[in-house]
């Protein structure tokens, strides 16, 4: 009779534990309902599809940065530089435009952020200064950089060809959210269907014991700083091309939006635990949030403490799914 009684209770008590774990699961899914129920009850054009282009074009940005920050946390690293790459890698592809025409300014804009990725990586890992410290000695000097180049002054009268990342398709379709979305995808695929993601994530679990298992840790740390540093290039030169002006102070402070996103979007600073699907939700997320405060008529400063909040929160949270999770596991 004992027996059948312990069954019965197991039975009882399995509905709730799946309903918990599912809620645990999709949680961001359930806030961003919430959110964009009370968008809607505030405007009528909350829900149109015009105002959704227009969130998608003013979260490319962010957007695009959070996908490198989303690589370099999973192995438990931080990046406070990509604001300041963000506007020297806008400067020296408008610079260099009319020398090496539009192609080759992009390109060039790339590689200047990828090579400040690289310098982020080999001071983190082969001198083994603490991945904040190094990150923010970058922000200091890239962004001096950018202000070096043209003493302070905006570069303006960049061609129409270059407009093109800041246009839309039929006259409605950004292109800049076009390329947040298949970056995205992109990114999605690499770190759960390949071997150099499933290796990110054995990193930011445990180094040691992904570098006993063979790993080279700090090469595959080093590229995610790549990574970042290249896609915060990509998005200012996005920036540049949506402004039409090359602006060495853009970007100020959208390395604490992009790590916002992501810790929003579910990825654990203690990396190991993360996803860039996740990223992208919560980017969408915070830019609904800003659209709601905006039709509330409330202050910047009110934004500012509550994503604070949400940040705390969204740790919070992230605690303790990961703690229900080695329970459970």
Same mark, same amino acid.
Not at 59 to 64: H, K, L
Not at 157 to 165: A, H, M, T, V
Not at 200 to 205: E, K, Q, R
Not at 226 to 251: F, K, N, Y
């Given at each position: ?29 359930? #806030? ?20 959704? #282009? ?13 996908? $490198? ?114 970056? +995205? ?8 269907? +390949? ?28 590229? +995610?700083?790549?990574?970042? $540093? ?35 979007? $579910? ?9 860039? $699907? ?19 008529? #409330? ?31």
């Amino acid at each position: 009779m004992e027996h059948v009684k312990e069954v019965s209770n197991v039975k009882k008590k399995a509905p709730s534990f799946e309903f918990g774990k599912f809620l645990r699961k999709y949680n961001l899914f359930f #806030l961003l309902v919430v959110f964009i129920a009370i968008g809607a009850a505030l405007s009528p054009k909350f829900l149109t599809v015009q105002n959704f #282009l227009n969130l998608l074009q003013q979260s490319a940005v962010v957007g695009i940065i959070s996908i $490198g920050m989303t690589f370099v946390i999973i192995v438990a690293g931080i990046d406070l530089s990509v604001g300041s790459v963000l506007a020297l890698a806008g400067m020296v592809m408008a610079l260099s435009i009319p020398y090496v025409g539009v192609f080759g300014a992009i390109v060039l804009g790339i590689i200047a952020g990828a090579a400040m990725g690289l310098i982020n990586g080999l001071v983190t890992t082969k001198l083994k200064v603490p991945a904040f410290i190094a990150t923010m000695a970058m922000m200091v000097a890239a962004r001096g950089l950018a202000l070096l180049f043209t003493d302070g002054k905006p570069v303006y009268n960049l061609p129409e060809s270059i407009r093109f990342f800041g246009a839309n398709l039929f006259d409605r379709i950004p292109v800049s959210g076009i390329i947040w979305i298949v970056l +995205t995808i992109l990114a999605v695929l690499v770190l759960r269907y +390949t071997t150099f993601g499933r290796k990110l994530y054995a990193i930011g679990g445990n180094p040691q014991s992904a570098h006993l298992s063979g790993i080279n840790v700090n090469r595959y740390i080093t590229y +995610t700083y790549i990574i970042c $540093g290249a896609l915060s290039a990509l998005a200012g030169i996005v920036l540049a091309s949506w402004l039409t002006v090359g602006q060495p102070t853009a970007g100020k402070s959208i390395e604490l939006d992009a790590i916002a996103a992501v810790v929003l979007g $579910g990825t654990s600073l203690f990396g190991g635990v993360g996803s860039v $699907g996740g990223t992208f939700v919560g980017v969408l997320l915070m830019s609904i949030i800003t659209n709601i405060f905006n039709l509330l008529g #409330l202050s910047s400063y009110y934004q500012s403490i509550f994503m604070g909040v949400i940040i705390v929160l969204a740790l919070v949270l992230n605690r303790f799914v990961i703690s229900k999770q080695s329970k459970n596991g």
